[in-house]
């Protein structure tokens, strides 16, 4: 089994991630791309630039994860 240095590993890891990002970004503006019109719309480039600037999905799990906790206290 070759050996990989650590940084390049999370490198390459970061890279896949990445990817996945872009793909999943891709995939929702081509579910919105049948709706857009000249006056609406945006470029798959300008999409994900604004895509990118947003919350990432551990954040969003992190803060799903801390209102269901609000909700369960207030529930109890």
Do not use: G, T
Not at 44 to 61: A, G, L, Q, T, V
């Amino acid at each position: 089994m070759k050996k990989i240095p650590v940084k390049k590993f999370r490198k390459f890891i970061d890279k896949l991630n990445d990817n996945k990002s872009e793909e999943y970004a891709f995939r929702i503006w081509l579910s919105i791309y049948p709706n857009m019109n000249q006056e609406n719309y945006i470029s798959f480039s300008d999409f994900y630039k604004k895509k990118s600037k947003e919350k990432s999905r551990e954040e969003i799990k992190k803060d799903i994860d801390e209102a269901m906790k609000a909700f369960e206290e207030v529930d109890d």
